[in-house]
């Protein structure tokens, strides 16, 4: 039933709620009727919003209304207009929201109704948007000094993590001990052959093994033994173009790895390599290498099966005496070994 004043009892409002029971044959036999006092029904609900400027409402289909919380007495039993914002979503829909200018109050707010299971009734909340955008508005400078320092700390933290990538990612591509490459990033870029620009260019790997490094480190300790594979590293990386690849291949051998280069300006690179290496001041004697030679040629165009033949050439060189540069037998297609010696 609609919200009606009551006769009896000043200022009270109350609804029917009524039901028939009927006979087998769908006689009315009696009707079970009860009066719901509203403001005891409001009670019993409990509900209020915490948000300044909300509201709570029942409200029959046809828009008459039970109860209203805030300024219940102002508006209970008043028949409201559906508003044109509304008149679709209601119609469709058991529940859904709006912005409309209240035919109540005049105040703009956001509304939200949900349709009463079995009744043609809407439980309907509002908030006035005014109350609710005030705060944003006085905050919003602070909000933009916010977002700004929010900003500048998200740049920083990415140039932060940038920047530890890279510095991670250089660690694990040196040899800790001598500062050039180490093994495993020598044999990624041979794997994936990055150092070729075409297949016409010519390389050329040059394997350098410090000579009787062991009876160093016997005869001198193992300190005595990393100083000089630092001094080597260092006069290897120096003697080489930036563009050069310089590493350290095994415990006292290195891999020089060089872009366009002939077997000519690979020689006369070891040569030059294997002589400063010499000038390394020792208390105990002198400091040599063995250096062997390969480049890539017609019939083993790859890097890997050069430095295979780099590493042969410089076992030729250990074996013949120590101290030397021996060039592959098959980098000049059949010349004979070229043993440079000073």
């Known amino acids: 039933g609609e919200p009606k004043i009551s006769k009896v009892h000043e200022n009270k409002w109350f609804f029917g709620v009524s039901e028939a029971e ?19 029904f409001r009670a019993s609900l409990k509900a209020n919003f915490s948000l300044p400027g909300s509201t709570l409402a029942l409200v029959s289909k046809s828009g008459q209304i039970y109860m209203r919380s805030e300024d219940h007495d102002k508006y209970v039993g008043r028949q409201l ?16 929201s709006f912005i409309v200018q209240s035919p109540l109050d005049g105040i703009q707010r956001m509304v939200a109704f949900h349709r009463l299971d079995d009744l043609s009734m809407y439980a309907v909340g509002t908030v006035s948007l005014r109350d609710v955008l005030l705060p944003w508005r006085e905050r919003l400078a602070l909000l933009a000094a ?17 920047k530890s990538v890279y510095e991670h990612e250089a660690l694990a591509m ?19 052959e990055e150092r070729r620009a075409n297949n016409d260019q010519q390389q050329a790997v040059l394997m350098v093994d410090v000579d009787h490094f062991k009876m160093i480190n016997d005869n001198q300790g193992h300190v005595s033994g990393d100083a000089i594979l630092r001094q080597v590293a260092q006069i290897l990386r120096a003697s080489c173009r930036d563009s050069d690849l310089v590493g350290r291949y095994g415990g006292e051998e290195f891999l020089i790895i060089l872009d366009d280069t002939s077997i000519d300006g690979a020689m006369t690179l070891a040569e030059k390599l294997r002589a400063t290496v010499t000038t390394i001041s020792l208390p105990f004697g002198q400091v040599t290498v063995s250096i062997g030679v390969a480049v890539t040629c017609t019939f083993d165009n790859t890097l890997e099966g050069t430095i295979r033949r780099a590493d042969q050439a410089m076992y030729v060189a ?5 101290n030397r540069v021996i060039l592959d037998d098959s980098s000049r297609e059949g010349e004979p070994l070229i043993d440079q010696q000073i």
Not at 22 to 34: E, K, L, P
Not at 318 to 322: E, F, M, T, V, W
């Open 318 to 322: 250990k074996a013949a005496g120590r």
């Open 146 to 162: 916010l977002w700004l320092a929010l900003s500048a700390v998200a740049s920083w933290f990415a140039y932060r993590l940038l």
């Open 174 to 192: 040196t040899d800790g001990l001598t500062g050039v490459l180490n093994r495993r990033s020598l044999l990624s870029i041979v794997a994936g």
């Open 81 to 96: 207009s559906r508003p044109s914002e509304a008149s679709e979503i209601v119609r469709d829909a058991n529940s859904g």
């Open 22 to 40: 009927r006979d087998a044959s769908g006689a009315v036999i009696r009707v079970v009727v009860a009066i719901i006092d509203i403001d005891a």
